[in-house]
Every structure is written in structure tokens, then in C-alpha cells.
């Protein structure tokens, strides 16, 4: 199963240059000065990247280490056009953010179904001489190179889209209250690290309304760091509107705890402590009614400046409260997710997930990066490149 939540690619991309345009003089049988009649070289294709809502992870693109579009054609005599290039289109599920490879910048994030977005522009096709024929220079002898190509390394991550994303310490009960609220059918067992994987559940609220909530793997003190799992699932929750934090009643120190957790979230990306929060203290099964009702008086309790929600996922308790109390905040105008920031990543980490797959050679063409913005025409002047044609 986990094996299959690819949440993490890194790809060469490059886009196809344009066609050269053709250098040609007319001739014939009686007609000896025809004139120019070279044609222009065709569009080089484009790498574009589709949102596709029917895609959940990264996986078709796990070991797709190369993604390159073709080249245009060239042009050809009789003012005959080169042949475009072919676009790739790259399919990502929505919520996928691409990074630069390299420097690890952020480039572009793909939202919604079937939005595009142009990765790499084709290079566009070289003008043929034909259209240098001016009055004082009847046959050009010159036509324009096609644009070059555009490459670039990027690293898509997919940060899945939910309203409500679970965060607490293993065996909080994370999944156990997702398996709850939603069909989902999360693994749930008695020891850490249970869930390694991001899982997503829809919860069904009154009156056939419903909201998602993810539930990702336990964090712990130090996963900044790289302990236990590491931080770099928070990105699944990055998006989400409203935090669920999740301590279970039997912990030594409830407020210590969240404190924990809200340092390793600020680490992460300080703008997830923005995001509205509640408090689920879990597992109220286990403890007494004695106990529970001196924790709910408790001061230490009530300086945390939060919604708290006494839960048992097993017994059934609170969970209705739990739903109003999230639908609640959910509904507020000022915790609808506009826009997000994303910090730019560090690519000298290398993601556990993912280990460096073995590197291919790189492909023998290196193309300019810089493309003229602007056409100059006189550079090409008198150059006499493509005469072959
Ligand atoms: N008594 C009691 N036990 C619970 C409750 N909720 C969860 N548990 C138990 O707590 C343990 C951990 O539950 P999980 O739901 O797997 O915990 P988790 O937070 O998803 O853990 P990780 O995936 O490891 O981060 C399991 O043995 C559950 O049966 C509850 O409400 N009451
Ligand atoms: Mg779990």
C-alpha cells in the first residue's frame, strides 16, 4: 500500500527548440532569379503540466526520469512550414507544487481539474528568407535559427488537498478517529509510526454535507530534525483550513505536549500556526470520570487559548461535538485557505522516499537557457548559416 502513495518526483524536462527557418532561392526552367522562397521552421513542443482530479499520487511518474517534447521541423523551399513539435502534457493530480531542481525555488502549483500550465515553452520556428526580401536586397541570402530549447530539473510535490488534517504524536488515535468519522479504512495498531502514508477520508456532517480530513503520520519532538518520520508529511497540511491537534487523555503532560507539536509544526512552515486549531484530548475511555472531570476544571487546561474537545474514537463519545466544533470553524470566512506560500525546499535533502535512483546519462544536447526576447533580425543578416538548402 505504501508503496504506492508517491508524494515526491524529480524530473528532467525539456522542451523542443524551433525549427530553422530555410534559406532558398527560387529557380526553374526559364526563371533563373525566382526569388526567395524559403518557408519558416516549425514551433518546438511544449512541456505543459494538466491538473487531473482522478489522480491521487505521483506514481505514473515515479520512474519517468525524462520528460522531453520534440523538436519543430525545418522549413522548406516553395515557403513551406517546418512541422510543429509535439507538446508533452504531464498529468498531476491537483495540489501538485513544482520546484526547481536545482536551486529548489518555487515555480508553479497545479489546482484545479484540467487547469495547464506551461512548464518549458517550445522554441519558436526560424523566420525563412522569404520574408527578408526587401526592395533593395532581392534574394536574402539568410534566414533565422530556430529558438532554442528550454531545460530544466524540477521536483513536483503533491500536497494533498483537504479542509481538516489531523497532527499529533504516534498512538494520538489519528487514524482510529478518521476510521471513525469516515469509510476510510485506515491501519490502526498498538505500536508508533502506525500510518506511513498520508490518508484521506470524507466525513459526512448533517444534511448530507461533508468535509475532508487527512491523516497523516505522527510527529514527534525533534522531527524537524529528521526524528521518527521527519517533517516532510506537513505538506499535506499545508493547505488545509483548520488543524486538528490530537493528545490522548492518558498523556503525562497534555498542554507540553501540544506545545511540542506546535514548535515542530513552526519549524516546518511558520504559516501553519496560522491556521485555526482545535484541541482533541482522545482515548477519555481510558481514564476515570473523576479524572476527566478534574482535567476539563484543570487552569493549566483552560490557559490553552483553544477550542478542546473531549473524545473517546472507541467508545463514541464527542465525536458529534468534535464534527460541530470543526464545521464550525471551517465555515469561517477568515479560515478559508486563499493562498499559501511555499517556502522553497532544501534540495541538499535528500527525500528518504525517494532515493536517488541511479542517475541516467544526461542527454548529449545542451541548448542555451536565455531565449532572445526580442527578435534581431540584423544578427542573422549575412551569416549564411543554412545554406545546405
Ligand atoms: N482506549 C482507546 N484506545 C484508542 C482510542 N483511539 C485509538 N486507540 C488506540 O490507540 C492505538 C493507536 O491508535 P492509532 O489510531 O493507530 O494512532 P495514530 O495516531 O494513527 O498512530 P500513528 O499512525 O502511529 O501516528 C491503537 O491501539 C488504538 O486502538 C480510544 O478512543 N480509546
Ligand atoms: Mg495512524
Known amino acids: ?47 505543459i503540466l494538466r491538473g487531473n482530479r482522478n489522480l491521487w499520487t505521483l506514481l505514473h511518474l515515479k520512474y519517468q526520469k ?88 524540477v521536483i513536483m510535490q503533491l500536497k494533498v488537498l483537504a479542509d481538516v488534517g489531523l497532527v499529533g504524536f ?30 484521506l477520508g470524507i466525513v459526512s456532517y448533517r444534511d448530507g454535507r461533508s468535509f475532508c480530513m487527512a491523516d497523516i503520520p505522527g510527529i514527534i519532538e525533534g522531527a524537524a530534525e529528521g526524528k521518527g518520520l521527519g517533517l516532510r508529511f506537513l505538506r499535506h497540511i499545508e493547505r488545509n483550513a483548520v488543524l486538528l491537534f490530537m493528545v490522548p487523555a492518558t498523556s503525562e503532560d497534555i498542554p507540553g505536549e501540544y506545545a511540542i507539536l506546535l514548535r515542530e509544526l513552526e519549524k516546518y512552515n511558520p504559516q501553519l500556526l ?3 486549531r482545535i484541541l482533541a484530548i482522545t482515548k477519555t475511555d481510558a481514564i476515570d470520570e473523576k ?52 517556502a522553497p525546499i532544501d534540495v541538499t535533502v535528500i527525500e528518504r522516499e525517494e532515493p536517488e535512483a541511479q542517475e541516467e546519462e544526461e542527454p548529449q544536447t545542451i541548448y542555451l537557457n536565455e531565449v532572445d526576447e526580442e527578435w534581431d533580425l540584423d544578427k542573422y543578416k549575412g551569416i549564411g548559416w543554412d545554406s545546405e538548402n
Open 1 to 47: 500500500m505504501s508503496g504506492n502513495f508517491i508524494d515526491y518526483v524529480k524530473i528532467y524536462c525539456r522542451s523542443g527548440k524551433g525549427g530553422a527557418g530555410c534559406m532558398h532561392l527560387h529557380r526553374a526552367k526559364y526563371l533563373p532569379k525566382g526569388g526567395p522562397d524559403g518557408g519558416d521552421g516549425g514551433k518546438g513542443g511544449s512541456i
Open 291 to 342: 479524572e476527566l472531570k478534574k482535567m476539563r476544571a484543570s487552569k493549566k487546561m483552560q490557559k490553552l487559548d483553544l477550542p478542546i474537545v473531549f473524545i473517546s474514537s472507541v467508545a463514541g463519545t464527542g465525536i458529534d461535538e468534535l464534527k460541530d466544533a470543526l464545521w464550525t470553524e471551517l465555515n469561517k470566512e477568515q479560515n478559508q485557505v486563499i493562498e499559501i506560500s511555499h
Open 66 to 153: 525524462h520528460i522531453m517534447a520534440t523538436d519543430g521541423g525545418r522549413g522548406g523551399q516553395s515557403r513551406s512550414f517546418g512541422k510543429d513539435g509535439e507538446d508533452r502534457i504531464i498529468e498531476v493530480p491537483c495540489g501538485t507544487v513544482v520546484y526547481d531542481g536545482e536551486t529548489g525555488e518555487w515555480l508553479c502549483e497545479v489546482k484545479e481539474h484540467d487547469e495547464r500550465i506551461v512548464l518549458l515553452k517550445g522554441g519558436r520556428g526560424g523566420l525563412g528568407n522569404w520574408h527578408f526580401r526587401t526592395a533593395t536586397n532581392q534574394a536574402p541570402r539568410y534566414a533565422q535559427p530556430g529558438e532554442p530549447a528550454q531545460e530544466r530539473t
Open 170 to 199: 504516534p498512538n494520538a488515535g489519528k487514524s482510529t478517529l478518521l476510521s471513525v468519522v469516515s469509510a476510510a479504512k485506515p491501519a490502526i495498531a498498538d505500536y508508533p509510526f502506525t500510518t506511513l502514508t498520508p490518508q
Open 274 to 276: 496560522t491556521k485555526a
